[in-house]
């Protein structure tokens, strides 16, 4: 079993700023690209921003230049430093990630419970 526990959201007006992390835990044995999405309601859940293994990283356009997304792999940890927010960043964000729990087999995605950021005007 692979657990994702997400923190960090929450309530933050306009302009302010929020950190999102993301461990994983459990049988995970090693892992590639890791990333955040968000879905609004009634809208498709979108990426928001991912990372490789190797650090490439890469943004929706809407959240260039606000966020950065990190990771500490020995902590096997994502994180999404979010700057400058604006009521449209509101959503549930999930961070997920493409690993292995068993050496040489296929990578699986696995996905976090979400956290809820809210963004006041």
């Known amino acids: 079993q692979v657990q994702l526990v997400e923190s960090g959201g929450g309530l933050v007006q306009a302009g302010g700023s929020l950190r999102l992390s993301c461990a994983a835990s459990?049988?995970?044995?090693?892992?590639?690209?890791m990333g955040w999405y968000r879905q609004a309601p009634g809208k498709q859940r979108e990426l928001v921003a991912g990372?490789?293994?190797?650090?490439?990283?890469n943004y929706a356009d809407s959240v260039k230049d606000r966020f950065t997304i990190s990771r500490d792999n020995a902590k096997n940890t994502v994180y999404l430093e979010m700057n400058n927010l604006k009521p449209e960043d509101t959503a549930v964000y999930y961070c997920?990630?493409?690993?292995?729990?068993?050496?040489?087999?296929?990578?699986?995605?696995?996905w976090g419970q979400g956290t809820q950021v809210t963004v006041s005007s």
């Open positions: 459990g049988s995970i044995v090693s892992i590639n690209n």
């Open positions: 990372i490789t293994s190797g650090g490439s990283t």
């Open positions: 997920q990630i493409r690993g292995r729990t068993i050496p040489g087999l296929a990578l699986n995605d696995y």
